[in-house]
């Protein structure tokens, strides 16, 4: 296979990388029902395997010359305008054993290979992005790889620190302090360094990525009422407190409130009052913004030498021998917004 088969754009259209996740899960569905929908808007290359997006394309009967101009996924031809569609095949999935829907080592080691794909395409600049269809963390430790998500494995790749996962919806923003931990180790895992610059980056985020100039940036408590003044716990007085006064000197164009109750936080946000939201915990931000505009939601890495987004969703596998209701429109929102913060990075 030749990694470097993708044409250098001379031109202002983004290079965007897809790959398809998890072959069991919906990741394939929902890449070809997004190709359909934006295979004019970048230079997309999928990265996954043929014989799973061609049983996708089967089950939802769509017919492959939508995607190609002499070729399955070479490209496409809207009104004369050339839009390359490419698929870098891996043939890493055993065929005879394959079905969607169904948890496997052999699924987990195939998305690992096509996160190793991606990874060797942004070093070598053929992409400029990329875009991750959900994987299975269980699969892919079942494949014999300790792997505790995306964004880890991307901080380790590119020897990166100070990564957020900011999380969007057409509502809100939201830059996670703590990812995938209990909910009980919460507390100890907050520091004022590790805040500090999680609340630094978000403010650089909103800055490169989506051209704000003047962030307004609010930050929630991790106790009930923000602690009502120590009442209900002291990380609030601690912690939260001593870095947002110590930021507010250091970034004098940017507005820092809080520590604040976080359905206070959300509920300013909501109306338009907020640019961010700093959540101190996994769920404290997945709700609202699930609630608010699950299909729109997209989740952001910010600190990565490229823009790397997903769908705020999983693998599905309930859905996944179901093709038909698998819903692409958070993987349409994060094409979207890869392409977007990319231009964005480069006027910045």
Known sequence: MNLKSNPTLKSSIIRVGLTIGDPSGIGPAIALKALKVLKDK???TVIGDSFVLARAAQALKINPRTFRCGGFFR???LGGRYMPVELIDL?????KYFDFGHLSAASGRASLEYLDTATRLLKNREI?????????KEAINLAGSEFPGHTEYFADKFNCRNLIMMLVNDKLKFSLVTRHIPLKDVCGSISRSGLENNIASAIKCLKRSFLISSPRVL???INPHASDNGLIGQEELKIIKPVIIRLKKKHKDTTIIGPLSAD??????VKGGADCVIALYHDQALIPLKLTGFESGVNLTFG??????????GTAFDLAAKPA???PNSLIAAIKLAIKCTLNLKKA
């Open 42 to 44: 970048a230079h997309l």
């Open 325 to 327: 209701l698998a819903c």
């Open 128 to 136: 400029d992005c990329l875009v991750t269809c959900p994987i299975s």
């Open 91 to 95: 043939n890493n999935v055993r065929r």
């Open 219 to 221: 930050v929630c408590g």
């Open 75 to 77: 490209g496409s031809c």
């Open 264 to 269: 206070i936080a959300i509920s300013l946000a």
């Open 304 to 313: 990565l030498p490229f823009v790397r987004t997903s769908p705020l969703h």
